[in-house]
């Protein structure tokens, strides 16, 4: 199975900072057609996840443009510009590579 | 509009069967797979399994002895069984729309094995 990998984040993050969570996977996510197969998504609390990013770099539909996807081949990071109170929440990156499918343990953010 | 709704008993005795369902609106099980996934409560997310949009399932290897998952396309329903539950098996369980992505997602049913 693949292993994904989180880094923490140094909370509480004052409100208008940016904050840049790290990602890695235990084999390389690319995928013959080219793609990068990782998923970052955002759980607020006593909520669904929320896709945030999909293709490592290409936003769902919906999503701030301060949420930006960034990383190739086993190394992601999800960077988020100008925190705001609603991004509070857990962000779990995913790969979708090959199955079993696998989730990071997940990051929490705080704002301050 | 693309919906997903979990369905089920809120709470199992351990060792007994959990069956859950997800009904879903908006598209046909035909057209896109739909997954499984659980979290315990202050856990991390679980890829359980999936319902392909061609009636094909694969398994978590973790759970591939006690899970299995099955549909009604008719009803628009995707359906988990999981026997011989344990404590650890409480969790929230959701069902997810595959479309390449997992931007649709149901709200999760509570599922606590207790006696």
């Known amino acids: 199975d693949i292993v994904m990998t989180q880094g923490a984040l140094p909370n509480p993050v004052p409100s208008g900072e940016s904050a840049s969570i790290t990602c890695r996977s235990s084999?390389?996510?690319?995928?013959?057609?080219?793609?990068?197969?990782l998923n970052w998504f955002l759980q607020r609390p006593g909520q669904s996840p929320q896709l945030l990013t999909y293709?490592?770099?290409t936003r769902a539909s919906g999503v701030s443009e301060r949420f930006s996807g960034s990383g190739s081949g086993t190394y992601f990071t999800l960077k988020i510009s100008r925190v705001r109170a609603e991004d509070a929440g857990v962000y779990y990156c995913?790969?979708?590579?090959?199955?079993?499918?696998?989730f990071g343990s997940g990051t929490k953010l705080e704002i301050k | 509009q693309v919906q997903l709704k979990e369905s089920g008993p809120g709470l199992v005795q351990p060792s007994q069967t959990l069956s859950l369902t997800c009904t879903v609106s908006?598209?046909?099980?035909?057209?896109?797979?739909v997954h499984w996934v659980r979290q315990p409560p202050g856990k991390g997310l679980e890829w359980m399994g999936r319902m392909k949009y061609d009636g094909d399932t694969y398994y978590n290897s973790a759970l591939k002895s006690r899970l299995s998952i099955s549909r009604d396309t008719s009803k628009s329903q995707v359906f988990l069984k999981m026997n011989s539950l344990q404590t650890e098996d409480t969790a929230i369980y959701y069902c997810?729309?595959?479309?390449?992505?997992?931007?649709?997602w149901g709200q999760g049913v509570m599922v606590t094995v207790s006696s």
């Open positions: 997810t729309r595959d479309d390449g992505t997992y931007y649709y």
């Open positions: 293709w490592t770099s």
């Open positions: 084999k390389s996510l690319v995928y013959k057609d080219g793609k990068t197969y």
């Open positions: 908006g598209f046909s099980l035909m057209d896109y797979s």
């Open positions: 995913q790969q979708v590579r090959e199955y079993p499918l696998t």
